[in-house]
C-alpha cells in the first residue's frame, strides 16, 4: 500500500491529467497502474460516491485515502487531487481578471464555449442512451421534468431535488416491485 | 463586495448548495448559475459563459468552476473559500458513510437510489448544457460549432482538451 506522499503524487498526477473530468484517470492510476484496487472494488467505491452529494471525483478521494491511510490519507488525497488545479484555475481567473476585455481573449472563449457546451452535450447524450434502450417510461419522465423544471423555468435546485428525488424513487420502487410480483 | 462578509456569503452558499450536488459538479452548474449571476448578480452572463470554459480548459475536477466565481467575488481568498465550502462538507459526509457502509454490496438500497438518482442528475447535465449555451448567446456560428463538438465528442473517443482547443482555434481566427 502507498506511502502519504505516493497517495499525494498519485492524486496530484491524475488531476492534472483530467481534462473534462477525472474519473476516467482515478480508474486508470488506481486499478490499471498501481493495482490499488480491483475494478470492482473501484466500481463499488464509486458507486457509493457518485450518489452521495457533491463533486464524485472528491468524495473518491477522501473514501479511498481513508481505506488506505485513515483520516490523513484521506486529507492527503483530497489536497493532491484539489491543491494543483486549485492554482492553475486561480492563475487563469487572475488573467482573466486582467486581460478578459481584449478582443483577442474574447474570440478564443467564445469559441472553447462552444465547444464545451458540445462536450456537455455529448457526455449527457452518453449517459441518456442506457435509459432510452431500456424504454425506462420512469426514467424518462424524472429526467425531463427535471430538465424543465431546472433549465428551463429555472426554479431552484434544493426545492427541484425535494419533489423529484423522493419522487423517482417511489416510481422506481413501485415499477420495481410490479415487474417482481 | 470584498472583507470577512463577502467570504462568509461565498462559504454559506456553497456549502449549502454542495449538499444538494447531485450526480457531481455538471448537475451543480444550473444552480451555480442561478445563484451567481441571477441572484446576486455577482456575475454576468457572458462572464459565466466565460468562467465555464476556463474551468474546463483547466486540468482537474469541474467543481473548480465555483473557485472561478468566487474569485470574481472575493479575489484569491474568495477562490479558495468557494472551492473547500464546496468540496469539504461532502466529502466529510462521503468519509463518514463509507466508514459505516464497509460493505454495501448485499443491501439492495444503494442501487435503488442510484436507479432514482440517475435519471436526475442526467436531466440536470441537461439543463446545464442549456443554460451556460443561453448565456453565452452565440451566433449561429457559435451553435453550429456546439453542434460539431457534440457529434465528434459523442462518436469519437478524442480527449477533450483538443476539441476546446480547436473551439479556441476557430474563435481566434474569427470564425464565431
Known amino acids: 500500500m502507498p506511502g502519504l506522499l505516493e497517495l499525494f503524487l498519485a492524486f496530484a498526477k491524475m488531476s492534472l491529467a483530467g481534462f473534462g473530468g477525472v474519473l476516467v484517470f482515478a480508474r486508470r492510476a488506481i486499478v490499471d497502474k498501481h493495482r490499488w484496487m480491483t475494478a470492482n472494488e473501484f466500481n463499488e467505491t464509486f458507486a457509493l460516491c457518485h450518489f452521495l452529494p457533491g463533486p464524485n471525483i472528491v468524495n473518491l478521494s477522501v473514501v479511498f485515502g481513508a481505506r488506505i491511510r485513515g483520516v490523513a490519507g484521506s486529507i492527503v488525497a483530497f489536497t493532491g487531487l484539489l491543491g494543483p488545479p486549485f492554482l492553475i484555475v486561480t492563475a487563469l481567473a487572475m488573467t482573466y481578471a486582467r486581460y478578459g476585455d481584449l478582443p483577442v481573449l474574447r474570440r478564443v472563449l467564445d469559441g472553447v464555449s462552444c465547444a464545451a457546451v458540445g462536450l456537455l452535450f455529448a457526455v449527457t447524450w452518453r449517459m441518456m442512451l442506457p435509459l432510452l434502450k431500456q424504454r425506462d417510461p420512469v426514467a424518462v419522465v424524472a429526467l425531463i421534468a427535471v430538465f424543465i423544471a431546472i433549465g428551463v423555468l429555472r426554479w431552484p435546485l434544493p426545492q427541484v431535488l425535494l419533489v423529484a428525488v423522493p419522487a423517482s424513487f417511489a416510481a422506481t420502487w413501485l415499477a420495481r416491485k410490479r415487474v417482481a410480483s | ?176
Request: aromatic fraction near 8%; glycine fraction near 10%; include cysteine.
Open chain 2, 1 to 176: 463586495m470584498m472583507g470577512a462578509g463577502a467570504l462568509f456569503t461565498i462559504a454559506l452558499t456553497f456549502g449549502w448548495l454542495s449538499l444538494f450536488a447531485v450526480g457531481g459538479a455538471a448537475a451543480a452548474i444550473p444552480e451555480i448559475h442561478r445563484i451567481a449571476v441571477d441572484l446576486n448578480h455577482w456575475m454576468t452572463d457572458p462572464q459565466f459563459a466565460d468562467a465555464y470554459a476556463i474551468s474546463q480548459l483547466s486540468p482537474g475536477p469541474n467543481v473548480l468552476i465555483v473557485s472561478l466565481v468566487g474569485y470574481q467575488v472575493a479575489g484569491i481568498a474568495g477562490s479558495l473559500v468557494a472551492m473547500v465550502s464546496m468540496c469539504a462538507p461532502t466529502a466529510a459526509l462521503a468519509y463518514g458513510v463509507s466508514r459505516l457502509l464497509h460493505r454495501a454490496g448485499s443491501s439492495p438500497w444503494p442501487a435503488l437510489i442510484q436507479k432514482a438518482l440517475v435519471p436526475v442528475s442526467i436531466g440536470l447535465m441537461a439543463a446545464s448544457g442549456l443554460i451556460v449555451a443561453v448565456a453565452a448567446d452565440g451566433s449561429r456560428a457559435a451553435a453550429v460549432l456546439t453542434l460539431i463538438a457534440a457529434v465528434v465528442a459523442a462518436i469519437t473517443r478524442v480527449n477533450p482538451i483538443w476539441l476546446l482547443l480547436a473551439g479556441g482555434a476557430l474563435g481566434f481566427v474569427g470564425f464565431l
